[in-house]
């Protein structure tokens, strides 16, 4: 959670690494998603800190990080199983899933590139402090 949110923070005041650009940072990203995924359930920040830093437009985040999220959800059923849920849980699933694709599509052409990079950039930083409160409660 530390790390998402100030690596959030650094890419919010303007800073970027020039090293997590291209195959590299691509990789770095990934790995670093894929750490964080198994260890905290926040994997998606990386990434969309990957595309920010890298200067990605909206047009190409989009259909990388869904084709991301499909993969990333792909080896977490192969190693975890699919989850148990009851018949309504799998219905709202559906819907939000849903729903969430209808919105988007509707939105896409209406919502500001700045705007949408700063959407972005929010809620990494929500999943940062989300996952940093949940350690801290823990404790």
């Known amino acids: 959670g530390t790390l998402v949110s100030g690596a959030v923070l650094l890419v919010m005041s303007g800073a970027r690494a020039p090293a997590l650009q291209g195959v590299r940072g691509a990789f770095a990203a990934g790995a670093v998603s894929g750490f964080m995924n198994s260890s905290a359930g926040v994997g998606g920040p990386a990434v969309s800190l990957y595309a920010v830093n890298a200067g990605w437009t909206t047009r190409e985040f989009v259909p990388n990080a869904q084709f991301y999220g499909v993969l990333v959800n792909a080896f977490s059923i192969a190693a975890k199983g699919v989850p148990r849920l009851t018949g309504p849980a799998w219905l709202l699933v559906a819907a939000g899933i849903t729903a969430g694709a209808v919105v988007g599509r509707a939105l896409a052409d209406r919502v500001p590139e700045q705007r949408a ?8 930083l929500a999943d940062g402090l989300t996952a940093l409160g949940k350690g801290l409660w823990g404790l």
């Open 117 to 124: 990079r700063r959407t972005v950039l929010l809620l990494a």
